[in-house]
């Protein structure tokens, strides 16, 4: 058994979390039936690949992401693509991974940065730091004590009796902060800390949290630098409940059907740009107005899913398209539209 334990503390604004998360899992849980759409599950992993790539600097576009899992041919960085195809593989693989296996956790990196760096699989052989844009944030172990510390954290996770979205969080701090690998240690921190989730409750396979992470990018790396400083990663839990408070919210407003009658279509089987089209109607709306009909209270997670992807689709336009930003700014089908 390892003596290894995680420097954290619990705080009543954790417990208050766990309580509000709770509460919004059962809620999903009765509406969905136990199960969630297919549509949903492909389109919440599209939006979780897109946003872990986006936070690692790659550049590929949400649609492009789609047409890269669709099969379809798209110009762009050779290595951008690669990583969205990896990382499709290795989410993939998720169903079938065992979270207390350090075996799997090398099978996964193998797969998520296989063509990208010569060290996949493997534990790195050389120093590492992490940056934010050209920060030191953190300088990593020594590489000969990796192995050690990723087994010790794999022991405590198995015997901690912490709540599991306590638990989980503190892994994927301390795995970020033993950064094990020569790369891919952000994307692959944050699937691990998904399956150990989706072990718990299997909604959180599917749930997009990596979106709201990138949403929250820069309180994400403040979080992790003040929990090395500070010798405890209660500060980064918090925020990380706060996510997955916030990531089934929006799966709650997005994945509910309709009250109407059970031939109609359900919110469900709708996109975030047809959802936002039939929240709009023929009216002329601010961006405030459709956030309200559409449930929603994150401006950044509305603005990056339903608003900006409607726009670049030109199903709707500006009222004021020489200023994006005025005030005024109100929203509107399309008036003209390419056949």
């Not at 969905?32 to 576009?61: K, M």
């Not at 692959?188 to 800390?193: K, Q």
């Amino acid at each position: 058994m390892s003596d290894y334990k995680p420097p954290f503390h619990m705080t009543d604004r954790m417990t208050s979390l766990i309580a509000e998360i709770s509460e919004q899992v059962g809620r999903i849980t009765v509406l969905q039936e136990g199960t969630i759409s297919p549509h949903l599950r492909r389109e919440n992993r599209i939006r979780t690949i897109h946003s872990s790539l986006a936070i690692e600097h790659n550049s590929l576009s949400l649609e492009q992401v789609t047409a890269i899992l669709d099969g379809k041919r798209v110009l762009g960085n050779p290595n951008e693509i690669k990583e969205v195809q990896n990382a499709y593989e290795a989410y993939e693989l998720m169903l079938r991974l065992n979270p207390a296996s350090v075996d799997d956790l090398l099978k996964a990196h193998k797969l998520m940065m296989n063509g990208l760096v010569p060290e996949n699989g493997k534990f790195r052989s050389g120093g590492v730091g992490v940056f934010d844009g050209d920060v030191l944030i953190h300088m990593a172990p020594p590489p000969e004590f990796v192995p050690e510390h990723i087994h010790n954290l794999f022991a405590w996770y198995q015997q901690s009796e912490l709540h599991p979205l306590i638990k989980s969080a503190v892994f994927h701090y301390e795995f970020e902060f033993i950064h094990p690998f020569a790369d891919g240690n952000g994307r692959i921190g944050r699937m691990w800390h998904s399956l150990l989730l989706g072990n718990w409750k299997e909604l959180f396979f599917w749930l997009p949290i990596e979106e709201l992470i990138q949403s929250r990018q820069k309180e994400y790396y403040d979080a992790l630098g003040a929990a090395d400083k500070q010798a405890d990663s209660a500060g980064f839990v918090e925020l990380m409940l706060e996510i997955i408070r916030d990531s089934l919210t929006e799966i709650t407003v997005v994945g509910r059907s309709t009250d109407q009658d059970s031939d109609q279509v359900t919110d469900q089987d709708k996109s975030p740009t047809e959802l936002l089209l039939s929240a709009l109607g023929d009216e002329t709306l601010s961006a405030t107005a459709l956030m309200e009909r559409l449930g929603l209270s994150h401006r950044p997670t509305f603005r990056k899913n339903y608003l900006n992807p409607a726009l670049e689709q030109k199903l709707i336009e500006r009222t004021i398209p020489d200023k994006p930003n005025s005030r005024n700014q109100k929203y509107r089908r399309c008036t003209m539209i390419d056949q």
